[in-house]
């Protein structure tokens, strides 16, 4: 049995996501090696060579894979993964838009963001914005499966000695472009890797506000976060978004600020160590699921928390 | 240019929905239905296509048993021309979905596929990607603007970084994130109009497809319960428990 994981990496660095879907893999029991298909991307071939518990890393390092256009990728992956049994990724945004196409073109199911493996062919996974959590079982003998990156630990980054053997093809489906892209630069840690996470909601009034979240941020070495309803009113950007439909974390510490606690946003956010909620109200329901609820005006609460850390 | 549009039936996005306590499936009992909040910004887009002269007709589609008639019926509402039902006893797995709307795309021929990102229920943000695959197509998921130029579509996407614009050559798919739009209320006028309006239903052995089985569901359970906390008294309080209790600062 083998299985093939798909590098999630900006061609220069392996991101930690990878090293989730790694560990994923090593519960499947079978052999491992590693697809980073991107274009210069031998960087993050190297690291991903050094990744514990890997036996090879393939490369395909081609034009038409350096921006992940899925209609590319897809088909390269297809034809690499018919040698294995499982192909598996971290359910990061470039996953959620590849993979499906491999699975569709390998004429199997995709088994889309799993939380555990309870045998080689049964997994977990959440729905109903994990609400429910369902045991499900695959009969297909080709496995295409994403990963939910919080419900497995990082595999080790240093330690293996994987080779390094490179793939010729170059798909191009020639019917996709990549025109731009606008990517926030920030110093701080990812959202989805943070061991500390701040979010702020429709509570804070304006994007302005969200610098009672930096100071904070700053000293906790924290993500910041952020729930619907303040992507849509324009306060943050849309990567911030947390929540069944944005991103998924789960941080030692996750401190809710100004949010009433949706069954949407909690989705995002409940398998967190610690949760702090913040918030005026003593009924919002974010203090059904917070170990440590204070019920204050951010407007207070927050310069304090800040000036006393 | 025809634009076809995927609507789904899904439980009602405010129902806090569980597990039965046998963890034989979901309690679905009496439960509040409706169109899935991806699907109806997808309508949104297709009908604002049309209204702006792009778009010739928009066809919304909907795979399932006849429940889901009222479905395609807001989307008909909401200013959809005309319906398609694609006939199946119950729910039916992404692929299977996908194989069955490229059968649709196929009679139908059209330029753009607009589908929801993601249904809420299965959570499985699959089918407009395998559709995709299935059919040919470039896809534009996780889509926040669409904007049709001549022979493409440029599609501005949601990813994990910020924002990616995508060229893609038409016929293409769309998925729809949240902010691409904010749909409108279907008018009762429109709800009566709706009613007359053409809905053909389709066998998937009227489209060629095979309905097959590849993932079987074993058992659902509710998911581990967070106990409430504490209230705490003030700032002091919480960062004593935060550095004492929780060892988390
Ligand atoms: C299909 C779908 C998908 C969705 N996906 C997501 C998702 O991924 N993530 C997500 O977050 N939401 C999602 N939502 C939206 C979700 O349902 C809620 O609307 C949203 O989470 C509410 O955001 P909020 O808590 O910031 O705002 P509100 O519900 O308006 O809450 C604001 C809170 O701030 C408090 N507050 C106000 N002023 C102060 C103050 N001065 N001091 C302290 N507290 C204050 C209020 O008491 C209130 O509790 C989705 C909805 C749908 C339909
Ligand atoms: C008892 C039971 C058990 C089930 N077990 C499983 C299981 O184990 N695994 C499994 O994968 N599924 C299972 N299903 C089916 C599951 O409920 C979903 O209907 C199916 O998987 C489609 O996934 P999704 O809607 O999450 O797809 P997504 O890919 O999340 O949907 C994205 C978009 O595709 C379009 N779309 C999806 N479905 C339809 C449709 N029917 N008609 C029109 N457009 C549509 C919509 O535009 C939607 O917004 C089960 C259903 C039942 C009733």
Sequence with gaps: MSTLVIAEHDNATLKGATLNAVTAAQ???????????????????????????????????????????????????????????????????????????????????????????????????????????????????????????????AAAAEGGSASIEAVDSAHDAGISSFVGEEVAVSDRPELTAASVVISGGRGMQNGENFKLLEGIADKLNAAIGASRAAVDAGFVPNDMQVGQTGKIVAPDLYIAVGISGAIQHLAGMKDSKVIVAINKDEDAPIFQVSDYGLVADLFDALPEFESKL | MKVLVAVKRVVDYNVKVRAKADGSDVDLNNVKMAINPFCEIAVEEAVRLKEAGTATEVIAVSVGDKACQEQIRTALALGADRGIQVETDGAVEPLVVAKLLKGVVEKEQPQLVILGKQSIDGDNNQTGQ????????????FASEVVIDGDTVNVTREVDGGLQTVALKLPAIVTTDLRLNEPRYASLPNIMKAKKKPLDVFTPADLGVEVTTHLTQVSVEPPAERQAGIKVEDVDQLLDKLKNEAKVI
Excluded: W
């Design chain 1, 27 to 153: 519960a499947l029991g079978a052999d491992i090696d590693i697809l980073v298909a991107g274009a210069g991307c031998d960087a993050a071939a190297q690291a991903a060579a050094a990744v514990a518990g890997v036996n090879k890393v393939l490369v395909a390092d081609n034009a038409p894979y350096e921006h992940q256009l899925a209609e590319n990728v897809s088909l390269l992956i297809a034809e690499v993964g018919a040698g294995y049994d499982y192909i598996v990724a971290a359910a990061t945004a470039n996953a959620k838009n590849t993979m499906p196409r491999v699975a569709a073109l390998l004429d199997v199911a995709q088994i889309s963001e799993i939380t555990s493996v309870e045998s080689p062919d049964t997994f977990k996974r959440p729905i109903y914005a994990g609400n429910v959590i369902a045991t499900v079982k695959s009969t297909d003998a080709k496995k295409v499966i994403t990963v939910r990156g919080t419900a497995f630990d």
């Design chain 2, 130 to 141: 395998m559709l995709g695959a299935l059919a040919g197509m470039p896809q534009g998921t």
